[in-house]
């Protein structure tokens, strides 16, 4: 059974409120998991966008580490590598060059067609011991062979 992935600013498929963008405050929205298997050890959450004019999906957001028993993230995860609340999460490298490199930056593409944006939350059957700062290439290859269940949310925005 998949994770279901919910948010009290977006419904799937929804446009994302202009205050998770990089127009408005850019903070992450509220997120809420249902659905991860027992057995499950850890979260990891991938937030990118498919429409982004580069050879890969353009990362908003990796955040991994979470307890398995957390079920969601609030609005506004502050920008650090080290999370205290949920204790022991950590975040990995969006694809900024400059400015906020670590943690959430909301939806500002190109002016133009409307870009979609997942929020990918995966279960994972063992904690990986990343450390912060890891790119998702490093954070896919770490959960290879580990995600026990996964689920998402999509959003749309358009400039």
Request: glycine share 12%.
């Amino acid at each position: 059974m998949p994770i279901e992935v919910t948010s009290t600013a977006l419904k799937q498929g929804d446009w994302i409120p202009r205050e998770h963008t990089g127009e408005g405050d850019d903070v992450s929205p509220p997120l809420a998991f249902s659905g991860v298997p027992e057995g499950a050890q850890e979260i990891a959450v991938i937030c990118d966008d498919p429409d982004a004019p580069t050879p890969e999906p353009w990362v908003h957001w990796l955040i991994y580490g979470l307890p398995a028993s957390v079920s969601g993230l609030p609005e506004g995860v502050p920008n650090e590598p080290h999370l205290n609340e949920p204790a022991g999460a950590v975040q990995g490298k969006n694809s900024w060059e400059s400015g906020t490199t670590i943690g959430y930056r909301g939806p500002m593409p190109p002016p133009g067609k409307p870009h979609r944006y997942y929020f990918k939350v995966y279960a994972l059957d063992a904690k990986l011991g990343l450390e912060p700062g890891a790119d998702k290439k490093a954070l896919l290859q770490a959960m290879e062979g580990h995600v026990v269940a996964e689920g998402q949310l999509m959003g749309r925005y358009e400039r």
